[in-house]
């Protein structure tokens, strides 16, 4: 367990809205990522965190933006959601092990009408 | 071209069978390679890395073929609790140096029915 929490779980909102989700780590990881799984894809990484008021894009950047002020949260807002962005998002963290391996949150299902 | 590709299945195993599936990856440089387990509408769970050398964890066996650029993973007497998803992961290397860790490459998964 890397004591990863996501909230909220589940949230259904309408198009042109702003949504953030929050991912919550409690052990100290620098790397923290945002990614996005939806069906006959695999996950899709958004942006990602190399440390406080660190941020990077990933491949799925568009639509979306992140925050870090603190190493414990990384924020994932949609500035004005569409129904494209229905998906269900995962936040991960690396533990450093010079391989990368990542352990996840355990998502947050959201739905864009 | 997908960067990891896996061939979705289903799968279906009767339960003691072994299963075997593989993946594949298209950047040479990658350095680190991993499979997760997904249950249905959960988040996906590191189950094993794989080194060039191949390794076993129980009843997983992972194989990496580098001169071929595949995976694979096999399950041994298999298990109702092995239905999952299978997700190949691979590590892509990056020269930025603010990112030494590289980026996972995930694929789509394949998946895995056990019955009784």
């Known amino acids: 367990d890397a004591g990863i929490t996501q909230s909220p779980r589940h949230k259904v909102t309408e198009t042109g809205t702003p949504v953030t989700l929050r991912c919550h780590q409690t052990?100290?990881?620098?790397?923290m990522y945002w990614y996005r799984q939806d069906p006959g894809h695999g996950l899709r990484l958004i942006h990602y965190?190399?440390?406080?008021?660190?941020?990077d894009k990933g491949e799925v950047s568009d639509g979306y933006s992140v925050s870090r002020s603190k190493t414990e949260d990384f924020l994932l807002t949609l500035e004005s959601a569409t129904s494209s962005q229905t998906s269900v998002y995962f936040c991960?963290?690396?533990?450093?092990?010079?391989?990368?391996?990542?352990?996840f949150g355990p998502g947050t299902r959201l739905t864009v009408l | 071209r997908k960067e990891v590709e896996q061939d979705p299945g289903p799968f279906n195993v009767p339960e003691g069978a072994t299963v075997a599936f593989n993946c594949t990856y298209s950047n040479s440089a990658s350095q680190s390679f991993f499979w997760y387990r997904q249950d249905c509408r959960k988040e996906p769970k590191l189950l094993m890395s794989?080194?060039?050398s191949g390794n076993e964890d129980g009843r997983f066996t992972a194989q990496l073929n580098r001169a071929s650029q595949y995976i694979s993973l096999l399950i041994r007497d298999s298990k109702l609790s092995d239905s999952a998803t299978y997700l190949c992961v691979v590590n892509r290397p990056l020269l930025v140096t603010t990112d030494s860790w590289g980026k996972l490459q995930f694929g789509a998964g394949t998946q895995v029915v056990v019955t009784p």
């Open positions: 991960a963290i690396s533990l450093n092990r010079g391989n990368n391996e990542q352990f």
């Open positions: 052990e100290n990881h620098r790397y």
């Open positions: 794989v080194y060039s």
């Open positions: 965190s190399y440390g406080v008021k660190d941020t």
